[in-house]
């Protein structure tokens, strides 16, 4: 017998209709004022989970433990995620789920939705209650288990019966949370997938280093925070406005190199390649599209970037980013995203650019608490010697009374 959706609606009017489902299921709605599973129907909704008290058959589990071997970070097939989807839900076979959390800090109230083919409603078929930092776990498609009872979006019930399994991808997640952290998540506009590269220091060793969980977790911090920094309305209309940003900056008095910003091509004689406002536009978006990233550190006398790489100094990962150190990284992965020296998206001669501009705004989100992380403490990255080839302190940060965001907006603006 072929499973079906009983969907729970009490409405005036009597009616049914069938739909063909690729699955060959098939849906039937039943709605009338007198159903008996209309507002009358006591739902059985599946049992909210508890991630940190999972049973053993979840295999669940903490990615980045400090003394996780490093081989696993690496592999780029099972640890990978996009920087505005840090809860990630990817399907694995035909009858089960994988759950991950990129976030060192956990969250709560996670509701996952499921929307199926030839049915336009999403159904929450997984409720969290709780989901702790950098957590993963596996779990079965209730679906395939057997007939259950699934909330709608509007808050009425679908019932659906036993489906025996689903093909890659024919089911689309999706995730919300009433948790104030993943409404921080929900606003990143950047689409960056993010991982880890081991290719350049075993091919160049020296001129880069490996990394461990240690540096990982600090780096998957730094990028959720810079992403939200760049996706700010703050940023974006400094970024789409430099020309003004520009004159502040001078005060009244002849602006310092370029007065905009400029492209790749060379500079003669304060000569520039200015970008048109919808050029400008385009250069936002090569810095949130959806291109991959690799993080990776170096060792050497010089940072690099290009292509899908961004790289900084280990005292970048561990202390850097929460005192807004944001330079490097900035001109780094402004050559991850297309340009060069010649440009003032990436360099910080001629009167300064992207480097400059970032950094003033990163700091200043730092003195408004208005990023998803502010507080080292959390991963204590710093004080993990055993990790590090370097020692350090606890960073303590303290905005610059001269900040020019500060000076400007006079501690408004926070992207409520």
Known sequence: MNPKFYLQIPMKKKLSYFIPFVLIVSLIVSCSDDDPKGDSYQANYLPAIDATNLPVGNRPMTMFEDAESSSKMYDNKDRWFRVNQPMQIIQKGKDSVQVSLYSPVGLSDVKVYAKIANYDKRFLIYAFSKVPAFHRSFHQIPLVEGKHDYQLENGKTVTIDKIDGFSSGAIEFSVESTDPLFAKFKKIKSARLVQFSDQYHKNEYGKYLPMNPVLAKEAITMIIN????????????????????????????????????????????????????????????????SRTLNMAMVGGDSAWGGGPLASQWE?????????????????????????????NLANSGEGGGQQEMLTDFYQYLISLNDLPFTDPDILKGYSKTGYLTGTYKKPVFKINPKNPFLLKYKGEGKWN
């Not at 789409?240 to 002849?254: I, L, P, S, V, W």
């Not at 202390?319 to 991850?336: A, K, P």
């Open 226 to 289: 810079f992403s939200y920094a760049i996706s700010h309305p703050l940023y974006y209309d400094t970024f789409m406005n430099f020309d003004r940003y520009k004159k502040e900056q001078a005060a009244g008095t002849e602006v310092n190199g370029a007065l905009n910003w400029h492209g790749n091509a060379e500079d003669k004689n304060g000569v520039y390649d200015y970008l048109t406002k919808a050029q400008i536009e385009q250069a936002y978006n090569t810095y949130i599209d």
């Open 315 to 343: 005292s970048g990962y561990v202390t850097g980013h929460w005192l807004g150190e944001m330079s490097v990284w900035s001109h780094e992965y402004s050559h991850h995203s297309g340009y060069s020296h010649t440009s």
